[in-house]
């Protein structure tokens, strides 16, 4: 069975062609500046690349030259577009109505809709991408709705509610939603499928970071918390982002340096975080270049990442009652062994013993890092959203 996955932008649409049975990347490529002039980047697998620089005026036609590229006869994979079994589309915010993918139908689209002032940048452009699909693809070609935010509506209300006046959280749907669902979803899946153990049985901390970073604490095969919030700002400090601050300092900063809301949501979302501290780099290989080369704040950025990360792997552990299993990916998870020691030094008192041999190099491969003897397994486990959007599609149409 072949999937299409997409996962559109206000101005592009990156997508990967799927032999789900397999698990083979047919194809995959990126449509930019869509809107603005047009550049379909596309990448056949064992056939030569092809960049096409042909005015793209709105998602649409850039859908139909996806499906072009993919059915060409020099690079193309596929003989038809009627191959292509289904769609699967990345979606930011299903609010409170989704915990697990769907079948798109009117509802859907009018929830996704519903939630435009949840994910103001990401849903409209979502929406358009699965628009655009239904205007090109076959009819009746089945799309699906993988959200990030589905994964954590298992939350009890307890993780999940601000201490905000109640009424005011009702009226605008206020509370901790969380992202990269999907990455935690698949990367806890299978880190248990990769131990040989029950999912449902593990308490399992699990650690996103990227450019965007989270925490997800899942038992009973549930997601119970996850540091991300209302918007993907909260948590622990990423590239630009902030992550948790008192919030007080926004008024405070709004009223004396003169900012306007959409200032201030700017320099807390694109000015702060490891390169507002450093004033070096959003890149974390950059901050351990500079810091090895003695550059103060880029060290203090660096601690401040694994201070704050291991702050929160401690507190789901202790909202667990323990933990089974930490594991690490995405960009910096994946390829930093430095960040991954640095975040489990001092937990030896709640059963981590690092195994630092197993650790040091280790890049993008899965694999344990603790001990045989250690008490919590340690693991590295690459994630693939992609691919976990292909298999949720697949599963849900077949
Ligand atoms: P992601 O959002 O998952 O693509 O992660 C991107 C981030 O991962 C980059 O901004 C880097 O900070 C980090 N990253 C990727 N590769 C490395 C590496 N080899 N060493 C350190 N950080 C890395």
Known sequence: MKILVINCGSSSAKFQLFDIDTGAVLAKGNAERIGIDGKLTYKPAGKEDFVSTEPMPDHKVAVQMILDALVDKDHGVIADVSEIAAVGHRVLHGGKYYSESVIVDDDVKRIIRECFPLGPLHNPANLIGIEACEDVLPAGTPQVAVFDTA??????????????????????????????GTSHRYVSHRVADFLGKNYEDLKIITCHLGNGSSFAAVKDGKCQDTSMGLTPLAGICMGTRTGDIDPAIVPFLMKNENLSADEMDTLLNKKSGVE????????????????????????????????????????????????????????????????RKAMCEGLEYMGVEFDDEANNGLRGKEAIISKPSSKVTVCVIPTNEELAIAQETERLVR
């Open 151 to 180: 994964f954590h509506q298992t939350m009890p209300a307890k993780a999940y509610t601000y201490a905000l006046p109640y009424e005011l959280s009702e009226k605008y749907s206020i509370r901790r939603y969380g992202f990269h």
């Open 276 to 339: 507002g501290v450093s004033g070096v780099s959003s890149d974390f290989r950059d901050l351990e270049k500079a810091a090895n080369e003695g550059n103060e704040r880029a060290q203090l950025a660096l601690d401040m990442f694994a201070y704050q990360g291991k702050k929160i792997i401690g507190s789901y552990a202790a909202a667990m009652g323990g933990a089974d299993v930490i594991v690490f990916t995405a960009g910096i998870g994946e390829n930093t062994d430095k960040m």
